[in-house]
């Protein structure tokens, strides 16, 4: 004997099965497209599904048939008009001769026969025709909809502006029921989303080479289209917003007390995934600044370093077992080791940029012709204190006329030395501030590390990300500081990023 349980739900579920079994059979393009057809067809109902409810009325026959050229061409798939014009009536029809709508047979339970359930995929979308329009505008059945929304119930491959646009239509009809069901989904997949970037970010941080791997999602190269995403999904949740209010102020004192309590916690799922994308949003913003700046700042990260090591591979694996057949071969592996040298001449520039360096000249009791001068290194600590004090008012003046001449100084007196060189570091070339700047971490750069400084204390010199600082010399024209250093004066200016080239 058969479980009865079996036969609960049994008819509705063949219901819902039955457009599935049904998606794309009884087209037949030839082999070189018949494998894609469910592909091709999927990609149709996505793009009406947004033409649909974001308004738009090119949703007659002819465009569908477009959309399927569109399809083809993205997929790289030959077709001739012919074939768009059958997956089209594929698509509206079972038979296009006799405009029959498609069957499925399911067993009914109740009279214990097998009937026939007949449906559309696509069906008239007769709120937006008039009674005299000239062509059918096409909207995705139920049915449609099922197929192209039951896949979020066991993956997370729809994206949050699909998800959204469904919540929008199902508050424009006032489904509150399938609207509270939305906003667990869509609350669940915006949570997933910021698992996956938190994952994202710390596997960058842990090997930054990855970022140059093949098939590496590199965020930073899209960073224009990812920003307007999130625009459009900022503002699909803004319209969710105000189409909640909307329906609460139409059926004011229409709604019982259960109506209302679900209400509530679609306002209050409403909210909480509003604040959560906006999470989202930041962490995307984050791990893109954290790619440029590891490709413009810290390149060196993503250097390969050699898999090989000395131990292992030369001495345990090689001399160790087999040994050293000749004393000059010994030789020849030794002498690197013990005698080291150099492959990179560094420029005195950059030497004289890492570090500060005292001659003392060593008296000894050799002729003067050979007398021994010996380098000693130190740590030179920078007074910061000074240097903000006297550079933040550059900075407003900056900010507010995006020009400062040296020369509108009376003076440099309370200048300290430090404050005074970090001007030169600003006016010896043109420089960029990172686009993300993460306060709790320094920077070797002087510059850059001013600016951290300066947006720890203050965020709202965080607009100053991404900026250009150029200057104008004027050689003519010089400072003096402490009685000794003369100063070529100059006029350093700003162009902030939001402004653009």
């Excluded at 077992?321 to 080291?340: A, K, M, R, T």
């Excluded at 400084?453 to 024209?477: C, M, Q, T, W």
Aim: aromatic residues 10%.
């Amino acid at each position: 004997m058969l479980n009865q349980d079996i036969w609960d739900g049994y008819e509705s579920r063949m219901r819902l099965l039955n457009p599935f079994f049904s998606f794309g059979k009884g087209i037949q393009l030839g082999p070189h497209l018949n494998p894609y057809i469910e592909n091709i067809l999927l990609a149709v109902l996505i793009e009406l599904f947004y033409r649909e409810v974001r308004n738009n009325d090119a949703r007659t026959e002819r465009d569908i048939v477009e959309i399927v050229q569109e399809v083809l061409k993205e997929m790289k798939l030959e077709a001739s008009e012919k074939d768009s014009e059958r997956l089209v009536t594929g698509l509206l029809y079972s038979n296009p001769q006799t405009l029959e709508a498609f069957q499925g047979n399911f067993y009914s339970v109740k009279h214990r026969t097998f009937e026939v359930h007949q449906f559309k995929y696509l069906i008239p979308d007769l709120e937006t025709m008039g009674d005299n329009a000239p062509s059918i505008h096409y909207k995705l059945s139920d049915d449609a909809q099922f197929i192209l929304f039951s896949s979020r119930e066991i993956t997370s491959e729809l994206s949050i502006s699909l998800e959204q646009l469904y919540m929008i239509q199902l508050l424009k009809k006032g489904n509150i029921e399938g609207v509270l069901k939305q906003t667990d989904f869509l609350l669940q997949r915006v949570r997933q989303l910021i698992a996956k970037e938190t994952a994202y970010g710390r596997e960058i941080l842990r090997e930054p080479k990855i970022i140059l791997r093949e098939g590496f999602d590199d965020r930073s190269k899209r960073e224009q289209e990812i920003r307007k995403q999130f625009q459009e999904e900022d503002e699909n949740f803004r319209h969710m917003h105000m189409l909640l209010f909307r329906i609460e102020e139409k059926n004011e004192g229409l709604y019982d007390a259960e109506a209302k309590i679900k209400m509530n916690e679609i306002r209050d799922r409403l909210n909480q995934t509003t604040i959560k994308h906006a999470e989202f949003n930041t962490m995307v913003t984050r791990n893109i600044a954290l790619i440029l700046d590891i490709r413009t700042n810290r390149p060196d990260l993503l250097l390969r370093k050699s898999s090989k090591r000395y131990k292992e591979d030369v001495w345990e694996k090689l001399i160790r077992v087999e040994g050293v057949p000749d004393e000059h071969i010994l030789q020849e592996i030794l002498n690197p080791l013990f005698s080291p040298q150099s492959p990179v001449l560094f420029s005195l520039d950059r030497v004289w940029a890492k570090q500060r360096v005292l001659t003392e000249k060593v008296v000894t009791t050799q002729p003067v012709e050979q007398e021994v001068y010996e380098m000693k290194t130190f740590e030179y600590v920078l007074r910061w204190e000074n240097i903000l004090e006297k550079w933040i008012p550059i900075l407003e003046e900056l900010l507010k006329h995006r020009t400062f001449s040296l020369h509108s100084l009376e003076s440099l007196e309370g200048w300290s030395k430090d404050a005074v060189e970090l001007w030169s570091q600003f006016t010896k070339e043109r420089f960029t501030v990172p686009v993300k700047v993460f306060t709790n971490q320094s920077y070797k750069d002087e510059r850059e590390e001013f600016i951290r400084r300066a947006i720890f204390r203050n965020p709202k010199y965080a607009v100053l990300e991404g900026s250009v600082f150029y200057v104008d010399k004027h050689y003519s024209e010089t400072m003096r500081y402490n009685n000794f250093v003369l100063i070529t004066d100059g006029t350093l200016r700003l162009k902030l990023a939001q402004e653009g080239e």
